[in-house]
């Protein structure tokens, strides 16, 4: 079954259990306008299904936006034809979820422990995908998160608070890491549709350097000292492809001075005016030539050439990075 065909049954699936509780609401109190203008919308989407022209826009024809369609399945018009109030409303909800995003990222320098932290976050419209995250235990560690939710825009913003609200919530409970990503691998498949999924790094910084990290498909963090970078390649699949996913564990030791480097796509994969990508052979050389002791020193050097780089080309992806320095 393609990708376009498993949305469309989620969507119905999502359809019908709405009818079926707007049904279950009217059977206990009176049936509302408002109960009655709901059913009448499902069955009007339920219909478009029926007919092929579910996903179309109501006045132009076009494909509706499929971020919209998976946070809203009754939706009828694509962005460019909403009503004044309609787009007054979609932008005060997206300033809300980027106030809300914004407020539950990690302070960007981080100091714990002989540890130094810094993080560039930057979204490519008001709300990201990208997930970052630090956690200090109460025995002496730093926990760090950093992925990559499937998309871009409201979908991919609400998985990515998904995966926050998750990862703070099992690391409190003591689980080995391997674990910690097993559960909330399970947690993450059994809470989401079957066509979303993220890509993730989950690592555990103990004070004497010592890293254990887990790679759950995503790009291989570098590990830079004595003058050589190693990947830390990935251990097992993306979050939430299959509920039963098991995931190993590398071990580094990183000594005074060294460094791991993180980083999404969007840095990897981002653009200059032709066409042409910034690539892991140009990042690994920035990073080799680095000499300013500091996270926030390798973070703002591989900003300065990536922005450098793609000056004059428009943003098509969030970029994060983010660098744990030991000292």
């Not at 359809?15 to 009448?40: D, G, M, P, W, Y």
């Not at 630090?134 to 409201?154: E, R």
């Not at 580094?252 to 990897?268: F, K, Q, W």
Request: with cysteine; proline share 4%.
């Amino acid at each position: 079954m393609n990708m376009v065909a498993n949305t469309d049954i989620l969507l119905r699936d999502q359809l019908l259990n709405r009818r079926q509780k707007l049904e279950s609401v009217a059977s206990t109190i009176h049936e509302t306008a408002e109960i009655k203008r709901l059913l009448r919308e499902v069955d009007q989407a339920l219909g478009r299904m029926a007919n092929g022209v579910y996903g179309l826009c109501a006045v132009c024809r076009d494909p509706i936006e499929p971020a919209r369609l998976m946070a809203n399945p009754l939706a009828q018009f694509c962005l460019d034809h909403l009503t004044p109030d309609e787009r007054q409303a979609l932008e005060e909800d997206l300033e809300m979820a980027s106030r809300i995003q914004r407020e539950l990222l990690p302070r960007p320098d981080v100091h714990f422990d002989g540890w130094d932290v810094h993080y560039h976050y930057e979204p490519a419209g008001m709300v990201s995908g990208d997930y970052c995250d630090l956690v200090m235990d109460g025995g002496g560690n730093l926990y760090f998160m950093f992925g990559d939710v499937m998309g871009k825009g409201v979908a991919a913003s609400m998985l990515m608070v998904h995966l926050h609200a998750m990862f703070r919530s099992l690391i409190s409970v003591g689980l080995s890491l391997n674990q910690l990503v097993e559960r909330a691998n399970r947690v993450f498949c059994e809470s989401t549709l079957s066509t979303h999924y993220a890509t993730l790094v989950c690592g555990k910084a103990s004070r004497t350097g010592e890293t254990e990290i887990v790679n759950a498909g995503h790009l291989p963090p570098l590990v830079i000292g004595n003058g050589r970078i190693a990947p830390v390649n990935a251990t097992g699949i993306p979050l939430g492809l299959f509920c039963s996913g098991e995931f190993s564990t590398d071990h580094v030791r990183l000594g005074t001075g060294d460094a791991l480097l993180l980083y999404t796509d969007g840095l990897s994969e981002a653009e200059d005016p032709s066409g042409s990508e910034y690539g892991r052979e140009r990042l690994l050389s920035v990073v080799g030539n680095h000499r300013k002791p500091s996270a926030e020193s390798f973070v703002a050097a591989c900003m300065d050439d990536v922005t450098a780089f793609r000056v004059g080309a428009p943003k098509k992806d969030d970029l994060t990075i983010m660098a744990l320095r030991r000292v």
